[in-house]
């Protein structure tokens, strides 16, 4: 099992430009996660799917949409980046919510300049 | 508001124990999770208390008071590859994962 992977690892944009960061599982997990991580702060969640064609947004999710057309992937749209979307996003996903752990993916450092 | 507050850094020597502290406010509570994360990676799953007590996993330990909002999680006989952000994350009632800014590690031979 690949677990979560994340596409691209890096990327530079320039403001006002949009981008995909692409998440897939191969886990048969129900529920993903985005998340973005700036420096001495705690993840963030930005959305949220707990399964198939359901999405809902989480603590920070302006400026950003995701659609869950399948279990498998989960991709976060940019649309008119801004500096302040310059973070480490991370997606995540967990057999279920409450107790159940969340699997990690190894992230994506977008710099908006 | 919501709230978890852990010590931005801590140092420890090689094969001493160190305890990591956490305090939270949150609207509910389903469970308060340890994850580990190497600098320049993505977090991993340590530990997960939904009851008050101990909860051992080798040389890992968590601890929970949920009366007092409070955990800790201890790590015995310290390696170097323990160097890492130590994140303590609550799930409240919508069983959302509200996350600490994470404590750094720093092992020192």
């Known amino acids: 099992n690949a677990g979560v992977t994340q596409t691209p690892k890096f990327r530079i944009l320039k403001i006002g430009q949009s981008m995909t960061l692409q998440c897939a599982q191969d886990?048969?997990?129900?529920?993903m996660y985005w998340y973005r991580q700036d420096p001495g702060m705690g993840l963030k969640l930005i959305y949220y799917?707990?399964?198939?064609?359901?999405?809902d947004k989480g603590e920070v999710p302006n400026g950003y949409n995701v659609s869950r057309s399948t279990t498998e992937d989960f991709p976060l749209r940019l649309e008119l980046a801004a500096p302040s979307q310059t973070s480490v996003y991370f997606c995540?996903?967990?057999?279920?919510?409450?107790?159940?752990?969340?699997?990690f993916g190894p992230g994506t450092r977008l710099t908006v300049t | 508001g919501q709230n978890i507050d852990q010590p931005t850094e801590m140092t420890a020597t090689e094969g001493a124990i160190v305890q990591i502290n956490c305090t939270y406010q949150?609207?509910?509570?389903?469970?308060l999770f340890w994850y580990q994360q190497h600098a320049g990676e993505a977090p991993t799953f340590l530990s997960y208390?939904?009851l008050d007590g101990l909860e051992e996993k080798g040389r890992f330990s968590s601890f929970l008071s949920r009366s007092k909002g409070y955990s800790y999680l201890l790590l015995k006989e310290l390696q170097m590859k323990d160097s890492a952000s130590y994140l303590c994350?609550?799930?409240?009632?919508?069983?959302?994962?509200?996350w600490g800014a994470g404590t750094k590690l720093i092992i020192k031979p």
């Open positions: 995540a996903s967990s057999y279920s919510e409450g107790g159940r752990e969340q699997y």
């Open positions: 949150t609207s509910g509570f389903n469970g």
């Open positions: 799917s707990v399964g198939a064609g359901i999405t």
């Open positions: 886990m048969n997990h129900n529920y």
């Open positions: 208390n939904v």
């Open positions: 994350a609550v799930s409240d009632s919508n069983y959302q994962l509200i």
